[in-house]
């Protein structure tokens, strides 16, 4: 199954949104990669939200492509509050064992 996850950054009040087979995984990637990346710039990362969105990893991208193309802090506000607006993204599920921005990663 492949996510889509939120990650914030308290340090630079960002978001970063991806998708992955294993979220986890990508925040640790995220938060200890020796790289020079955006996520790697604005260390340390915590976990807001994760999304079940496909089997299938083109749709994963295909989803991740489309949030993005938003450009809208609001939308991953409404994502994490689990207020999802638009249809083109009523297949995701919130897995539940993240919390909202309040309660972070469990």
Known sequence: MYYIYIIY???ADKYYLGFSDNPHRRLLEHNSKPFNTFTSKHRPWELRAIFECSPDKATAMKT?????????????????????????LAHLTRV???????????
């Open 9 to 11: 950054s308290i340090s």
């Open 64 to 88: 991740e492509k489309f949030i993005k193309k938003q450009k809208s802090r609001i939308l991953l506000d409404q994502m994490i509050a689990g207020n999802i607006l638009h249809s083109s």
């Open 96 to 106: 539940p064992h993240v919390q909202d921005a309040a309660g972070g990663a469990k």
